[in-house]
């Protein structure tokens, strides 16, 4: 089955800092990338996706990039406000199952 | 956007009683929901997908017997914990997939079982 790694588990920046999540998926049928963002104790919430393809897609502070060849994926988040802190997962889901796989999730922590 | 709604989204109650949780799709049909646990500081763990009409598909490893899940129409699931104990406790959360593709998933606000 799909396995999703990523990295890292923590990550702390300055406000106004940039911050990038990356993912890697092993399955080569999965075809659309999720991002999600969860406060604690809400609900995971839809920030940004994008398919296989397309390489980058982008909503203004928020950017994926997508690398099919080596698997992997990233989530960049630019100008980084002390209300982006959250815990960010990515997913890979593939066309065949509808069934998505969850990375272990990125805790990011913006200072003011 | 899709909304989803799961009730309740707290609950405490005794060892051996059993609890349902309840997972509506608001203003879309989702032919697919999904129920994931979650731990404290933990990702989501996929337990079950449930899809309308027809059996749920179980993940590795958790019961069947022990999760009930229902999908009797196109906007409602229910999960029900029967003979809930103290290891049960978790957070509960419900997704539903919005059909064709993009098979976006909206999540549920949740719902905290805690067992006493």
């Known amino acids: 089955g799909e396995n999703v790694e990523q990295h890292p588990s923590t990550l702390s920046v300055q406000e106004g800092d940039s911050a990038v999540i990356k993912c890697t998926y092993s399955?080569?049928?999965?075809?659309?990338f999720p991002w999600y963002k969860q406060e604690l104790g809400k609900r995971p919430q839809l920030i940004i996706d994008?398919?296989?393809?397309?390489g980058e897609k982008k909503d203004q502070r928020i950017a994926v990039t997508l690398n099919k060849t080596a698997k992997h994926f990233s989530l960049h988040i630019t100008e980084t406000q002390p209300e982006d802190s959250a815990v960010y997962f990515c997913a890979a889901i593939s066309g065949g199952s509808y069934i998505p796989t969850f990375g272990r999730g990125t805790s990011l922590i913006v200072h003011p | 956007g899709a909304v989803v709604s799961q009730h309740p989204s707290w609950v405490i109650c005794k060892s051996g009683t059993s609890v349902k949780i309840e997972c509506r799709s608001l203003?879309?049909?989702?032919?697919?929901m999904f129920w994931y646990r979650q731990f404290p500081k933990q990702s989501l763990m996929l337990m079950a997908t449930?899809?309308?009409?027809?059996?749920?598909?179980?993940e590795q490893g958790v019961e069947k017997d022990k999760f009930l899940i229902n999908h009797a129409s196109l906007t409602l699931s229910t999960l029900t914990v029967t003979s809930a104990h103290p290891e049960d406790s978790s957070f509960y959360i419900c997704?539903?997939?919005?059909?064709?593709?993009?098979?976006?998933?909206?999540f549920g606000p949740g719902t905290r079982l805690t067992v006493l």
């Open positions: 997704s539903a997939r919005i059909s064709p593709p993009p098979d976006t998933q909206y």
């Open positions: 399955d080569s049928a999965s075809n659309y």
């Open positions: 449930s899809n309308e009409g027809s059996k749920a598909t179980y």
């Open positions: 203003d879309f049909q989702a032919t697919t």
């Open positions: 994008i398919r296989s393809n397309v």
